[in-house]
């Protein structure tokens, strides 16, 4: 046999007439081709057809992505789809024409969409304004673009005079982004405007290397407008399509970091778009390449033959799934092999000029090419249909592209492959081509249908017709055989494939067959769990509510033990186990997140793999391997990871019928299968996460923001979310909480608050309002995906009416099933529940009351929820706010109409600080005294301990007033609050007139020892009366001085006199008494009393009284048996003594009637003894037996 597969002394033969249709292969040139009349011949593919679709989509809908970044290799077809996207858009001609009948071709619908969806938006065409961009500022490109697109779009002068005026400064040197962005919207006020920017990567790399200078980062930034100015249904009909060879991320690599981050917001912009690899496509390319049309009659038979025997040959190697081809693709693609004609795409992937390497291996005019090989073997009478086989390719592209080949990721295989032929002198051409074969085979598929089994490489190496003749696959196969045992090949008995091998002494398949012996499920399941995906996004579940969620991922078997699962302090929100055995020995799992639980019915298969993995991996442990053996070895364990990892997800693919999957919810901090348990399905694990989420938290509310919807902020994140709450506090009156601009804080709020409804315009005023139209923060209403979540949190919330609900309880509800908020987003919702309840939810830090709810308090609340608590004061509504109504009443309590809402529970706040004024306000003496009504005292007392408000006016005050405590709801008894409130009233009463009390009981003291009227005033003008002779005796005791002194001041009022006077007496005002202190002023005001009236004899006046004088003083002297003398003073007013006066004629009738004839006498002595002994019969001097002499 020859390198051909002819047989041997047969040269290779194929039927003339094809031929290479070589302007079908011309490379497109944007800027050029955009000029021409027709569009020439263009095919679209798959990969054209998803860009296409993707156009049209924003054609019919304004709100989709209009901005697209189209990224692939060398020769991948980019330049020639942006020039048919520009013939499909553009104005009517020749070359939409032709555009729009290949479209049709390929896709008849998507062709039709396109049209009627252009014809809306553009009814004249888009303007098409298309550059290549070179090492030039991008502002330099894009002008470019736009004056080339204008002069197309209205030729011969007439062009509108707005356009003219708008790109006048862009002929002119100097002109800014301002100007460029000014006449892209004069453009798009003409039609709609498509802006391709091909190469786009030079202009990448002009900013990266020219990063430090201004223009560069003007640049970036007017990227970034335009595509912003472009965006949404609001945008400007602005289109945008760039084409590169890496993503904007590879040329930011080259950049600063400071660069990289501002590219990165910049291709958030656009939709990226990768032009990969696809067989399709390149076989149509092969397919318009050769042309068929001079093949004679026979020469057609022997290509049909060939054709069915190959399209046979594809069916029964299961090849359909890499290429969908059959009789006709066959026919057309001939004189290559059909391994060829995927094998050889797949070579010029790897090369890296995918294409254009592919067309030169059909047309170019060298050695190995199919040109070459049609030229050599082409015959007028040709007796078969020889192929181009896959060693052919191999010969080519190492010899034409061997700099690229160097270059590629597989450079290091190629070589070998390479040198490993060319060390192995003196083999016949077949065994080289052998050799060539099952290497390239092993490039382009280690493990899949293409690798290099038997079968595919008896197939690789004969022509189809001639496959099945068994003669001449015996010889093959003897061939193959027996380079395994010269060492040229070694057979991988796993994975059933050949590879192109070194030779070694070390037996390897011995040793590992003796670990796999050794291996147990336990060690094939812990080397399976590093092939599980780390964590698994719901997906779906987390775009439809924001909150981003992912389960965790476990390999178990029938032997594991029980297992702890996350908890809710985990970022985790569940577990998904990979069970290798039966669902009845799913182990438990201690969670109380969801658990998902596959079990497959090809466990044994993926162990066995898993088996041969560990095996490999212990071999260099156990066995002694030369550089040949390790490399065998390394190349084994990439292969078996690889089948591994494929043999895991299709084991547990939930589109597949091998797994199933099962949902065992946490119970009693247990997840544990159950004959009941729920299965789930879904096309992807992704799929059935979301599936468990929802079906866990159905309650879960909708945000719009991905950066709160997640379990730990990012510090930019943290940062955001810092100034948004600090917003909600300071200005929530207005509108988008007075945040400028459109930082992150404002997308916070756009994304929860606003998206939520939580704050939005109201008619509800307060002081602090001075917006026309107020914002405030509101309840969510029916129908809010919030409002599950709401109201169960205003529950829990309402029913702390006894003791304090502490924050980190509500975080757990909120993040608990049903609802499962995420932790980044639960402090703005709580803070909002707490701003709209300021009225009615008290908050404590630490156990105090706070009053205000301030930025720098809400900062401290999120870092440490557990130090915070609310409780419900129940005084909106109900018995509690009844009975605030009334004591605010009875107490003249007032309450502001609309309270600042930076101070909370305004009502109960106020009443509690009118009462704990008063309270502050009572003297020491009535803070103290028992002389009280015992409520009176309890009040007090309850006053003196408060330390809640709600505790202190709904259940301390009732209690101290023997009243049951005002319940937070119930059915409102109007007799029992105003009860309470009058109670109140009087027990405040009685605590104020204490020190009234005291006073009265101190005035009537003074009148009592000096003899005088209870009247203070009156009292005062006799005493100053009684002591006026005695303000200049001298040597007298210091006290009484001061007493002396005091009854003569006239300029104090009766309040401000009498204090002073008691101190005098007792050293001690009167707001700083005791009980006690009542006693022991009469005492000392009795011994004042009677010093001051013996002075007051010694010295007698000695001049009259004035006659002005409104009463008199006559001093009384008692002369006892002993000789001792009494003395008092009578102090008589004139009224007093007109009434005696007009008695006395009376009391001496009656004296002398009842008693004697001077019984007068005898009254007399009698009267003396009750005004001076009896006074003084307390006091020391006081003698038990007195004989009265009266003078």
Not at 878 to 901: F, L, N, S, Y
Not at 934 to 940: F, I, P, Y
């Amino acid at each position: 046999m020859t390198a051909n597969g002819a047989p041997s002394g047969i040269s290779p033969q194929t039927p003339a007439g094809i031929n290479i249709v070589s302007s079908r292969l011309r490379s497109t040139n944007i800027e050029r081709d955009v000029r021409d009349e027709h569009l020439g011949p263009v095919h679209i593919g798959i990969r054209a057809q998803d860009m296409l679709e993707r156009v049209t989509a924003a054609l019919e809908d304004q709100a989709n992505t209009r901005a697209w970044s189209l990224t692939g290799p060398y020769g991948s077809g980019k330049s020639t789809l942006a020039l048919v996207v520009v013939s499909l858009l553009g104005r009517a001609g020749n070359r939409r024409m032709e555009a729009e009948e290949v479209l049709a071709e390929t896709s008849p619908i998507l062709a039709r969409r396109l049209a009627a969806a252009r014809d809306r938006t553009a009814p004249n065409g888009f303007i098409t304004c298309v550059a290549t961009a070179r090492r030039e500022p991008l502002l330099d490109s894009i002008t470019r673009a736009l004056l080339d697109g204008a002069a197309r779009a209205w030729p011969d002068n007439h062009m509108p005079t707005p356009v003219q005026e708008a790109l006048a400064p862009l002929n002119a040197p100097g002109f800014s982004n301002q100007e460029l962005v000014s006449a892209v919207k004069v453009l798009c006020e003409q039609a709609p405007v498509m802006l391709v920017i091909d190469e786009f990567g030079k202009s990448l790399e002009h900013l990266a290397s020219h990063g430090e200078f201004s223009d560069a980062g003007s640049d970036v930034f007017l990227l970034q407008e335009l595509a912003e100015l472009g965006a949404g249904s609001r945008g400007v009909p602005l289109y945008l399509l760039t084409l590169q060879h890496l993503s904007f991320a590879d040329y930011a690599s080259r950049a600063s970091t400071l660069q990289s981050r501002e590219w990165a917001k910049v291709q958030g912009r656009f939709e990226d778009i990768l032009m990969t690899i696809h067989l399709g496509d390149t076989v149509e390319l092969i397919r318009r390449t050769l042309d068929h049309n001079g093949v004679s009659p026979k020469g057609r038979k022997l290509i049909a033959q060939h054709a069915a025997a190959s399209a046979q040959a594809w069916t029964e190697r299961g090849l359909e799934g890499i290429l969908a081809a059959g009789h006709d693709t066959f026919t057309h693609v001939y004189p290559l092999h059909p391994l060829t004609t995927v094998v050889a795409p797949l070579l010029a992937a790897q090369i890296g000029q995918h294409d254009r390497s592919m067309t030169g291996f059909i047309a170019n005019d060298e050695p190995h090419t199919v040109r070459r090989f049609l030229q050599s073997y082409a015959s007028n009478r040709p007796s078969s249909a020889s192929t181009v086989r896959i060693a052919d390719a191999f010969d080519y592209f190492f010899t034409a592209g061997r700099t690229t080949i160097l270059a590629s990721a597989n450079a290091s295989r190629w070589m070998e492959i390479d040198n490993r032929i060319a060390e192995a002198n003196g083999l016949p051409e077949q065994d080289q081509v052998i050799l060539k074969t099952i290497g390239m085979l092993n490039l382009v598929d280690a493990s899949g249908a293409l690798r290099a089994s038997m079968d595919t490489v008896l197939f690789a190496l004969s022509d189809p017709i001639t496959l099945n003749d068994p003669t001449a696959r015996q010889l093959l196969a003897d061939q193959v055989t027996s380079l395994v045992d010269r060492g040229f090949l070694v057979y991988r008995q796993f994975s059933d494939e050949y590879r192109v091998w070194r030779g070694s002494d070390v037996d390897l398949t011995s040793h590992i067959e003796q670990l796999i012996n050794a291996c147990d499920d336990h060690a094939a399941v812990k080397v399976i769990s590093t092939y599980l995906p780390t964590a698994v996004v719901a997906g779906k579940h987390s775009q439809r509510t924001g909150m981003l969620r992912h389960f965790v991922t476990k390999a178990t078997d029938a032997g594991s033990p029980e297992l702890i699962g996350p908890s809710a302090a985990d970022a985790e929100d569940g577990l998904l186990l990979f069970h290798f055995g039966d669902e009845y020995t799913i182990p438990t799992v201690r969670t109380d997140r969801p658990v998902i639980a596959g079990v497959t019915a090809h466990a044994e298969k993926v162990l066995s793999t898993a088996r041969y993995l560990h095996a490999l991996h212990e071999l260099p442990a156990n066995v002694e391997l030369d550089a040949v053996a390790s490399t065998e070895v390394s190349e084994r364990i990439a292969q078996a990871s690889a089948e591994l990892a494929t043999r895991v997800a299709e084991a547990f693919l939930p589109s597949q019928l091998a797994p199933t999957w099962y949902l065992l919810p946490a119970r009693a901090g247990a997840a544990v299968f159950t004959a009941d348990a729920e299965t789930i399905k879904g096309r992807s694990l992704a799929e059935l996460v979301s599936k468990a989420c929802e079906s866990v938290f159905p309650h879960a509310p909708h945000i719009r923001n991905e950066m709160l919807g997640r379990h730990k902020l990012t510090s930019q994140a943290a940062k955001a979310r810092r100034e948004l709450i600090i917003a909600m506090i300071t200005a929530p009156s207005h509108q988008y909480l007075g945040i400028e601009g459109y930082g992150p804080e404002r997308a916070m709020y756009s994304g929860v608050l606003e998206y939520l409804q939580l704050h939005r315009p109201t008619d509800q005023r307060t002081d602090d309002d001075t917006e026309l139209l107020p914002f405030g923060f509101c309840e969510p209403e029916p129908g809010n995906s919030l409002y599950p979540a709401w109201t169960a949190m205003q529950q829990q919330m309402q029913a702390a009416t006894a003791q304090p609900l502490r924050l980190d309880a509500v975080y757990e509800l909120l993040e608990a099933p049903p609802f499962g908020i995420r932790p980044g987003v639960i402090p703005v919702i709580v803070l909002t529940a707490l701003i709209i309840g300021s009225q009615e939810l008290a908050l404590f830090e630490e156990g105090t009351y706070q009053t205000r709810l301030t930025a720098a308090l809400a900062e401290r609340m999120i870092k440490s929820p557990e130090r915070f608590a609310v409780k419900a004061m129940g005084v909106q509504a109900g018995p509690r706010k009844t009975a605030v109504t009334e004591i605010a009443q009875v107490i003249g309590a007032r309450m502001p109409a609309a309270p600042p809402i930076t101070v909370r529970n305004v009502a109960p706040l106020t009443l509690t600080r009118e009462l704990l004024d008063r309270a502050r306000s009572l003297s020491a003496y009535a803070d103290h005294t028992q002389q009280l009504p015992k409520q009176a005292r309890a009040v007090r007392q309850a006053l003196k301990t408060a330390r809640e408000p709600d505790t202190l006016l709904f259940t301390d005050l009732p209690s101290a007033l023997d009243l049951e405590p005002i319940p937070a709801s119930g059915e409102i008894d109007e007799q029992i609050t105003r009860r309470y409130a009058e109670s109140l009233s009087k027990a405040l009463t009685e605590l104020g007139r204490a020190d009234e009390r005291l006073r009265t009981q101190v005035v009537k003291a003074i009148a009592e020892a000096f003899h005088m009227p209870t009247d203070l005033g009156k009292l005062r003008q006799r005493l100053a009366v009684y002591t006026r002779h005695l303000a200049d005796v001298n040597l007298v005791e210091a006290k009484l001085r001061g007493v002396i002194t005091l009854a003569q001041e006239t300029t104090l009022s009766d309040d401000e006199w009498l204090d002073p006077f008691v101190v005098r007496i007792v050293g001690r005002g009167l707001s700083d008494w005791r009980d006690g202190d009542i006693s022991t002023f009469t005492n000392e005001v009795r011994a004042a009393a009677r010093a001051i009236e013996r002075l007051a004899n010694l010295h007698q006046p000695t001049t009259a009284e004035p006659t002005d004088a409104t009463f008199v003083s006559q001093a009384i002297t008692v002369t006892q048996a002993d000789g001792h003398e009494l003395h008092t003073v009578v102090h008589l007013s004139n009224d007093e003594r007109a009434s005696a006066q007009a008695l006395l004629p009376e009391v001496i009738a009656l004296a002398r009637r009842k008693i004697s004839e001077n019984g007068e006498r005898a009254l007399l002595a009698l009267l003396a003894e009750s005004v001076i002994v009896e006074r003084d019969a307390g006091s020391d001097d006081a003698p038990s037996t007195r004989k009265k002499s009266t003078r």
